[in-house]
Nanobody
Framework: QVQLVESGGGLVQAGGSLRLSCAASGRTFSRYAMGWFRQAPGKEREFVADISWNGGSTNYADSVKGRFTISRDNAKNTVYLQMNSLKPEDTAVYYC?????????????????WGKGTLVTVSS
């Protein structure tokens, strides 16, 4: 079992940057694929990015490709989401996700573990 705690959210102007962090408990972090999802008010939770257990493979939603970068530091039990060129439509609660299966970290209905989320607000 793993517990996830997100941080780094906040208010930023359009065009700005933020880096989200997700700290995981437990000694088996490196065995988990990790992902980020987001949920805007009145919308369903959607996939943003994920990364394989060793960081060798990543995937991104089309809406964030070229602007967001996911990375992980297994020595620190932490996964990051660097968000650049932020837009007002990126405003959402961002959730960290973990699962043993790399593919499951792209499907909200199959994720094994969730964090509680961190709010990102992008002003125009």
């Amino acid at each position: 079992q793993v517990q996830l705690v997100e941080s780094g959210g906040g208010l930023v102007q359009a065009g700005g940057s933020l880096r989200l962090s997700c700290a995981a408990s437990g000694r088996t972090f490196s065995r988990y694929a990790m992902g980020w999802f987001r949920q805007a008010p009145g919308k369903e939770r959607e996939f943003v990015a994920d990364i394989s257990w060793n960081g060798g493979s990543t995937n991104y939603a089309d809406s964030v490709k070229g602007r967001f970068t996911i990375s992980r530091d297994n020595a620190k039990n932490t996964v990051y989401l660097q968000m650049n060129s932020l837009k007002p439509e990126d405003t959402a609660v961002y959730y960290c996700a973990a699962d043993y299966s790399y593919g499951s970290t792209r499907l909200s209905g199959r994720v094994g573990y969730w964090g509680k989320g961190t709010l990102v607000t992008v002003s125009s």
